[in-house]
């Protein structure tokens, strides 16, 4: 999935992609430790 933070850095897209994942009532939840975020602002998160 790919989750991108409007205006925030890399460090902070990942805290936001954290959030988003936790608050999905999903599997994500648990995987939200391999989100990735690169420089570009988008956060991949690989199962």
Same mark, same amino acid.
């Given at each position: @999935?790919?989750?991108?933070?409007?205006?925030?850095?890399?460090?902070?897209?990942? @805290?936001?992609?954290?959030?988003?994942?936790?608050?999905?009532?999903?599997?994500?939840?648990?995987?939200?430790?391999?989100?990735?975020?690169?420089?570009?602002?988008?956060?991949?998160?690989?199962?």
């Amino acid at each position: @999935m790919l989750v991108q933070p409007s205006g925030k850095r890399s460090a902070s897209g990942f @805290m936001v992609a954290s959030v988003v994942f936790t608050q999905s009532p999903s599997r994500l939840g648990i995987e939200v430790l391999l989100v990735e975020c690169e420089g570009v602002g988008r956060c991949i998160a690989t199962r």
